[in-house]
């Protein structure tokens, strides 16, 4: 398979290996890895963001690094209904990586919270290093959005040795 160069997917795709590896493996910040993606700072989430499509409803954040420095949180807001070539996508890069990133989930739950985690997780596992790539779509139960002009979902990505 290839990655696409287009499309939704490429963009997630091209914020993944230029924002989160670059953060994870290397130590960079958010403010660092941001200036190459052209990305602007949303004062309100302290989140640094760029467009994805042709809709200003759209975007890309990636958030500053947490209390987990080997962690990179991205939330996406896209197209309602829009996930497949996002989730197409994360599928072809974890099979292209080296070591091979396995799906180890693809399940869904309605928490307390009465919010729907469709979850999908991709995981290499030793016994002193995992990696992992996580992508939760963010649901009303019945399926129907969060928001009404957009759907929801959290990108995660880890490395960590023990």
Not at 57 to 70: F, Q, R
Not at 143 to 152: A, F, I, N, S, V
Request: net charge negative; aromatic share 8%.
């Amino acid at each position: 398979p290839t990655l696409p160069t287009t499309g939704d997917g490429a963009a997630v795709l091209s914020v993944l290996t230029r924002a989160c590896l670059p953060m994870v493996r290397e130590g960079k910040t958010v403010e660092e890895v941001s200036k190459d993606l052209g990305m602007r700072r949303d004062r309100r989430s302290g989140s640094y963001q760029v467009g994805l499509g042709g809709d200003r409803n759209y975007t890309i954040s990636v958030l500053p690094k947490g209390a987990n420095d080997n962690v990179c949180n991205v939330q996406i807001d896209y197209a309602v209904g829009g996930e497949q070539p996002i989730i197409e996508a994360l599928n072809i890069w974890a099979f292209l990586q080296e070591p091979r990133l396995r799906l180890q989930r693809n399940d869904f739950a309605v928490g307390p919270d009465n919010i729907k985690r469709v979850t999908m997780a991709w995981e290499h596992f030793t016994e002193s290093e995992s990696t992992g790539l996580v992508f939760v779509q963010l649901k009303n139960p019945d399926d129907t959005p969060l928001e009404r002009r957009y759907d929801q979902a959290t990108l995660l990505y880890s490395e960590r040795s023990f």
